[in-house]
């Protein structure tokens, strides 16, 4: 993969520059610049000579550049800083450049010419880049946008070697949540097909991880459900969440992880031996977390005595009285009798 740099304002340059600059002749121009419509770029240069026996007013500052030498002008900040605009062929995005520092040195009574000449340099004018990070520094989650050029929607965006989850949404602007990284300095990269461009750092402080409940007291052999959330997807691979606890025998659970592009998930926690004691709670990017834990004993319910069923009344029998004996009135007297 190509690497490219960040175009940096020169204003930004110049502070950083100075504070290392020992050679009479110093190019603070970076090699790329971002494409305008006016195809003029400023170039600058740093004359840092010995102050004590120049020559006042004998300082001057040339570029030559396409072949041809131009003066330079003294820039209207920094001391001993110039400038060149200078305008480009619509048609070439490169162009080799050095710059040259005549003055006149007093050396005891002698009055010395001095032509110090720099290096070749490649101005390289490019019409993809990064203009600048809203935020350079943030928790886990946070969302920043960026502004450039030349974004595409295949583009991420890359933090310490993490790619982030990232969000084109035009041509010139994009934005990236910050992956779970520990917190510290981290540089940011935007990858775009083959081209890495260094677009500069971010510093990673420390999110909140959710836990819910924020407590747990369940009886022995008992289970409940713990929920983690991150508060944004877990990155490719999914975020693995450290538990510890102080009182492995009370408390049985698997290991935790986040699924990839899930913000969230939920997990069985099964209650062991009696005890009392808390889960330890750590993840990458995250603050650390305690919760309490409490194992009670189970509770046995003895099972209610058997009831017994009321007798159930039974009627006396009705007595039944033998039927008379009718006698007909046609049967004479001694067949009754026998006679």
């Known amino acids: 993969m190509k690497a490219k740099l960040f175009p940096f304002t020169a204003a930004l340059v110049l502070a950083a520059t100075f504070a290392g600059c020992n050679h009479p002749v110093t190019n603070i121009t970076l090699p790329q610049a971002a494409e305008n419509q006016s195809h003029i770029y400023t170039l600058f240069v740093s004359a840092r000579v010995n102050e004590h026996a120049l020559v006042e007013d004998s300082l001057h500052a040339f570029i030559t550049i396409d072949g041809a030498e131009h003066e330079m002008s003294l820039a209207p900040y920094g001391d001993r800083l110039y400038e060149y605009e200078y305008q480009m062929p619509g048609d070439r995005s490169l162009a080799k450049y050095f710059f040259s520092v005549r003055y006149q040195e007093k050396v005891e009574t002698l009055i010395k010419d001095r032509d110090v000449t720099s290096e070749t340099y490649t101005l390289n004018v490019v019409n993809r880049y990064v203009l600048a990070m809203e935020a350079t520094r943030g928790p886990v989650g946070s969302?920043?946008?960026?502004?450039?050029?030349?974004?595409?929607?295949?583009?991420?965006?890359?933090?310490?070697?993490?790619?982030?989850?990232?969000?084109?949404?035009?041509?010139?602007?994009?934005?990236?949540?910050?992956?779970?990284?520990?917190?510290?300095?981290?540089?940011?990269?935007?990858?775009?097909?083959?081209?890495?461009?260094?677009?500069?750092?971010?510093?990673?402080?420390?999110?909140?991880?959710?836990?819910?409940?924020?407590?747990?007291?369940?009886?022995?052999?008992?289970?409940?459900?713990?929920?983690?959330?991150?508060?944004?997807?877990?990155?490719?691979?999914g975020l693995p969440i450290a538990v510890l606890t102080d009182i492995p025998?009370?408390?049985?659970?698997?290991?935790?992880?986040?699924?990839?592009?899930?913000?969230?998930?939920?997990?069985?926690?099964?209650?062991?031996?009696?005890?009392?004691?808390?889960?330890?709670?750590?993840?990458?990017?995250?603050?650390?977390?305690?919760?309490?834990?409490?194992?009670?004993?189970?509770?046995?319910?003895?099972?209610?005595?058997?009831?017994?069923?009321?007798?159930?009344?039974?009627?006396?029998?009705?007595?039944?009285?033998?039927?008379?004996?009718?006698?007909?009135?046609?049967?004479?007297?001694?067949?009754?009798?026998g006679s």
């Open 143 to 237: 969302v920043i946008p960026v502004v450039g050029r030349g974004f595409s929607r295949l583009d991420k965006m890359v933090i310490g070697g993490t790619e982030a989850p990232t969000t084109v949404t035009s041509a010139n602007a994009l934005t990236f949540a910050v992956p779970p990284l520990p917190a510290g300095d981290y540089p940011v990269e935007w990858h775009s097909g083959t081209d890495v461009f260094q677009i500069g750092a971010f510093h990673v402080d420390n999110a909140d991880l959710k836990v819910t409940p924020d407590s747990v007291e369940l009886a022995s052999g008992g289970t409940t459900q713990i929920t983690f959330d991150m508060g944004l997807p877990a990155p490719e691979g």
């Open 249 to 337: 025998a009370s408390v049985v659970m698997p290991d935790v992880v986040i699924p990839a592009g899930q913000s969230s998930v939920t997990i069985k926690i099964s209650g062991g031996t009696v005890g009392s004691g808390s889960l330890h709670i750590s993840s990458p990017g995250f603050s650390p977390l305690v919760v309490p834990v409490k194992i009670t004993e189970a509770v046995v319910v003895p099972a209610p005595a058997p009831v017994e069923a009321a007798p159930v009344p039974v009627a006396a029998p009705t007595p039944v009285e033998p039927a008379p004996v009718v006698v007909p009135a046609s049967v004479p007297a001694a067949a009754i009798l």
